[in-house]
């Protein structure tokens, strides 16, 4: 393979094309075949020798013929990279270019390693931020439950005994029977509504103008901007950093991890650095006008622009990063389970309170009569 195609960038593939469902699996396999494929190639297993010993390794399903595609195509002369080019919904663009630069350049299985770590940490990272949200939705959703039931179901249980009772009842007793009587009568209409919600926030989640206001909205909010322009910080300083420790290109580096990047205001940011670095300028001055970076990380950019090692420097930074992103996560999710706990615990003890307070009244009431 010649040296110029080593240095041109493959195609990269904007992560908003790829369907988010099932996202994870992938980046899993991806990750176990680079790893293993880079320790078979290490210990001199010819290339098509190690896929075939991969794809018996690997389960029937979609994974499983993708490697027999793979190693088919590879076993008829083509180079891995152009092999992995066909599949770009598991062998994004920054994966086939650092494959592309390992065969040029002899060193296939030091990039395959160093690709298997970069997808190892981009999984490890996504495995705690999925871990940190699931609790939180699963009380809400419980909680959403229990609220629905017992408006519906327990709720109708105490209506004729309200009826009967001579005092008057409380504001909030009268607003959850209301509740209850339309949730019954209309559980159509409530149905349809509810889904017609659904589809219509999904549908603009999924657009552009949708996607552009939450990935705005996470990096500005006081509470969850900090930890999220972090995270996508590391991950864009380890692409990056594997990149061009990978001997490729700046510019080809930075299109590569513009592409590898979901979040619009990044994509334009390095956008912005490109430019800059085409007109003679530095890849720190350009973060420095930006308030999605840091000025640490501005600081240890430029460091490691001075001194011709800006693929080490971008490495330490996202590991440093990255384990305190770990850290950050772990603590905003203790500080918050206990406040959804308090607010849910509040809003099934006001649903019970409301039922119940009728028959303290009319305790309260036959007490003071005898």
């Not at 680079?34 to 190639?41: P, S």
């Not at 349809?192 to 919600?197: D, V, Y």
């Not at 930890?227 to 692409?239: F, G, N, P, Q, S």
């Not at 530095?282 to 800006?310: K, Y």
Request: with cysteine; aromatic share 6%; charged share 20%.
């Amino acid at each position: 393979m010649s040296p110029e195609r080593a240095s041109r960038p493959m195609p990269a593939s904007r992560s908003t094309a790829r369907p988010w469902f099932g996202a994870g699996e992938r980046l899993r396999h991806v990750a176990e075949f680079t790893r293993q494929l880079a320790v078979l190639v290490g210990t001199g297993t010819p290339l098509v020798d190690s896929l075939i010993s991969l794809e018996k390794q690997a389960k029937p399903g979609p994974w499983k013929d993708v490697l027999s595609r793979v190693r088919s195509r590879t076993e008829e002369g083509s180079p891995l990279s152009d092999a992995m080019a066909e599949h770009p919904l598991y062998f994004d663009g920054v994966c086939r270019s650092l494959v592309a630069a390992g065969e040029s350049g002899g060193k296939l299985e030091v990039l395959l390693d160093s690709l298997a770590s970069l997808t190892r940490q981009q999984l490890r990272v996504r495995m705690a931020v999925v871990g940190a949200l699931t609790y939180p939705a699963l009380l809400i959703l419980i909680a959403a439950g229990v609220t629905i039931s017992m408006i519906v179901f327990v709720l109708p249980r105490f209506e004729g005994l309200f009826k009967t009772l001579s005092t008057p009842l409380p504001t909030s007793t009268k607003i959850l029977m209301s509740m209850s009587d339309a949730l019954r009568g209309h559980w159509i209409l409530f149905g349809i509504g509810a889904m017609a919600t659904i589809a219509g926030v999904l549908w603009w989640l999924r657009s552009q103008v949708g996607q552009e206001t939450i990935q705005r909205a996470i990096v500005s909010l006081p509470l969850t901007g900090p930890c999220a322009r972090a995270i996508i910080t590391a991950r864009l300083a380890r692409v990056l950093g594997v990149l061009v420790e990978g001997k490729v290109p700046l510019l080809d580096s930075i299109r590569l991890a513009r592409g590898s990047t979901a979040h619009a205001m990044y994509a334009d940011l390095m956008n912005r650095a490109e430019s800059a670095i085409v007109k003679g300028d530095t890849l720190a001055s350009e973060f420095e006008r930006s308030p999605l970076v840091s000025p640490s990380v501005c600081e240890a950019v430029r460091s490691g622009e001075r001194a011709g090692q800006l693929g080490k420097v971008l490495l330490t930074l996202a590991n440093y990063m990255d384990e305190d992103n770990e850290v950050t996560i772990r603590t905003m999710t203790r500080l918050v389970e206990p406040v959804i706990l308090v607010i849910l615990g509040l809003m099934v003890g006001t649903i019970a309170i409301s039922m119940f307070l009728p028959l303290f009244d009319l305790t309260s009431a036959a007490g003071g009569g005898g």
